[in-house]
Structures are given as structure tokens and as C-alpha cells.
């Protein structure tokens, strides 16, 4: 991530940074996890946040698995403020066992996180925020097909899930109205991006 950093700025002003990366709680580990969708988020918001351009914008791809952690003020201040490289050990992400779990404690700590660090972003002229998308159906390149809609490996059921937490708009069955695709996503990230939201800073 440094040194994707630094080849970025040596070519110019880095006027937006979007992250996307991230591990699935069905596909993936709990270390791997903390690595990708924790650590490597707060990597980027220290790293890009040292070199933005004065008028850029940052985004960070979190998920509503966020809203529904609840953690103690002094865990999410930590996950806020605490550099990248001290992030895993702390206390509430070492008693990690689930991945379901460490799933929702990376995206709530990618959320404060993207907060405490607008301030910071800000002093260079620049904003970050962060957006949350809820249930989506994703193209699984290791499968070659969409994923279907059900109950995963780790024994959550995504349908009955979302059908709790999703409205259905307007008179579509659950099943065409309550699931998104990454493509939903699109529109927020550009808006958030552009001239036009430009007043948006900080939010997750």
C-alpha cells in the first residue's frame, strides 16, 4: 500500500482514492479478515491521507454489517485513533473466533474509522466518507456464476437476513426488490467523488 502510494502521487495529484477491497465472512478467515477489511482499510486512510491532492475525495466501501455490531465507546475510539500497524491486537479483535463476526467489527471499525480520519483529511483541503451497502447478490469468479441467495456456510440465512432489514420498494416481490448489485453502488461513489458532493465529508 506504500508504495502504491507513492508511484500514485509520483504521477501526479491524487485527486481520488476509492477502496474496494475486501473479504467475504462466507469465503474467508478470521486473520484474513482483520487483514484485508481492517487493517488494510486503515492503511489506505494514513497512507492516501498523507498524499491526496488539496479539493480530492477518498471512499471506503464498508457494508450495514457495521450498524449491527454494537461495541463499547473504548473499543470503537481504539479501532478509530489507534494506528494500522496496532489494530490487531487488540483485545476485541484477538478474542475473534467467527468470521461472521469479524466481518461486522472491520466494516464498524472502517465506519469510525473514516470518520476520525476526515478531520485529518480535511486540514489538506480534501474529504473521505464512507458508504454502506446493504444486501447484495455478487458475481463469484470462482464459482462463474451469481451467488444465489441462502443459507451460507457459516449458517446465516441471507434471505431471511435482508427480509428484516430491507425495504421492499414499491410493489416488486422480496426477491427483485430487497437484493442490490455492486452496480447500485456506482451512483453514491460518483456523487460522493464529484464537484457536486463536495459538501459531503465523514459520513458512514
Known amino acids: 500500500m506504500a508504495e502504491l502510494a507513492d508511484v500514485a502521487s509520483a504521477l501526479g495529484s491524487v485527486v481520488q482514492v476509492i477502496h474496494t477491497a475486501g473479504l467475504s465472512p462466507v469465503q474467508a478467515s ?3 479478515i482483520v487483514a484485508v477489511d481492517l487493517v488494510g482499510v486503515a492503511n489506505m ?4 491521507g ?19 455490531v454494537e461495541l463499547s465507546a473504548e ?36 465506519q469510525v474509522r473514516v470518520q476520525a480520519a476526515s478531520v485529518e483529511w480535511g486540514r489538506r483541503g480534501s474529504r473521505v ?4 451497502p446493504g444486501a447484495c447478490q455478487v458475481f463469484c469468479v470462482s464459482v462463474g456464476n451469481w451467488l444465489e441467495v441462502g443459507v451460507d456456510s457459516v ?4 434471505h431471511e437476513l435482508a427480509e428484516g432489514l430491507l425495504p421492499v420498494r414499491g410493489d416488486l416481490a422480496f426477491d427483485e426488490a430487497a437484493f442490490g448489485v455492486a ?11 464529484s464537484v457536486a458532493g463536495s459538501f459531503v465529508f465523514d459520513v458512514a
Open 30 to 32: 478470521v486473520a484474513a
Open 75 to 110: 473499543d470503537e475510539d481504539a479501532l478509530a485513533t489507534l494506528s494500522a500497524a496496532e489494530l490487531s491486537a487488540l483485545p476485541v479483535i484477538q478474542g475473534l473466533t467467527e468470521p461472521g463476526m469479524a466481518y461486522g467489527i472491520a466494516k464498524r471499525g472502517n
Open 129 to 132: 466518507n464512507s458508504i454502506s
Open 50 to 68: 498523507a498524499v491526496i491532492a488539496p479539493g480530492g475525495a477518498g471512499l471506503v466501501i464498508s457494508s450495514m454489517a457495521g450498524h449491527g
Open 45 to 48: 486512510l494514513e497512507l492516501f
Open 155 to 158: 449458517g446465516v440465512n441471507h
Open 183 to 193: 452496480f447500485d453502488a456506482c451512483g453514491s461513489t460518483s456523487f460522493l467523488g
